[in-house]
């Protein structure tokens, strides 16, 4: 896997993007193409290519995107009426850059992720 991604850069600001929330841990910023009316990438601010490849020394960035996830949405207005975490894991999951990362999506009824299986 690369050791570099777009999202490195964006955690070092070489690409001007809107960022929400930055820590030692983590960076949260707007997702260039959204799919809902807030939608918020979170990324840990070093490099976990999948969630395969999470390790037990990753537990606290990965633990800190999910109450950032929360911090923004509490922010954003739209904690109360819900709103959707998704991580997906290489290609049959949808993954598009590795660089392991929380879509945070809300702000309109998201309705199911998947019908039933047949």
Do not use: W
């Amino acid at each position: 896997m690369a050791e570099e991604t777009i999202f490195s850069k964006i955690i070092r600001r070489e690409i001007p993007t809107d960022i929400l929330y930055q820590d030692e841990l983590v960076t949260a910023f707007r997702d260039i193409n959204p799919k809902a009316p807030t939608h918020v990438l979170i990324v840990p601010n070093h490099l976990i290519p999948t969630v395969n490849d999470a390790k037990a020394s990753d537990e606290q960035a990965i633990g800190r995107m999910v109450t950032v996830a929360a911090k923004l949405a509490a922010e954003a207005g739209i904690a109360k009426d819900g709103y959707r975490l998704i991580i997906n894991c290489n290609e049959h999951g949808g993954q598009e850059v590795f660089h392991i990362h929380m879509h945070l999506l809300g702000g309109k009824a998201l309705g199911p992720m998947v019908s039933s299986a047949s």
